[in-house]
């Protein structure tokens, strides 16, 4: 079992920059992949980044490349969504979720574990 919690939204400015965190508790957490998701209000949840396991692959949506960074400490079992030059396009709740297969998948069933969500909200 792995259990997610997120911290790290807020209110930001355009141009502004926050740092989602996702801490994991469950040794397996290491051999997951990682992806960070958003819910804007009336919209889907979509994908926004996603890592594998060992950090040697990452995926980015067209939306943030460029501005947006998933990484990941194994030793504090943390993952991360450094976010630069926010939109006002990025308001949303953020998740995190870990897909025990290892691997970038881009459905969210293939993710078995999430967190409670962040709210990100970035004012024009």
């Known amino acids: 079992q792995v259990q997610l919690v997120e911290s790290g939204g807020g209110l930001v400015q355009a141009g502004g920059s926050l740092r989602l965190s996702c801490a994991a508790s469950?040794?397996?957490?290491?051999?997951?992949?990682m992806g960070w998701f958003r819910q804007a209000p009336g919209k889907e949840r979509d994908i926004v980044a996603a890592i594998t396991w060992s950090g040697e692959n990452r995926y980015y949506a067209d939306s943030v490349k460029g501005r947006f960074t998933i990484s990941r400490d194994y030793a504090k079992n943390t993952g991360y969504l450094q976010m630069n030059n926010l939109k006002p396009e990025d308001t949303a709740v953020y998740y995190c979720a870990a897909d025990p297969t290892g691997y970038i998948h881009f459905d969210e069933s293939r993710y078995n574990y999430w967190g409670q969500g962040t709210q990100v909200t970035v004012s024009s």
């Open positions: 469950g040794r397996t957490f290491s051999s997951y992949a």
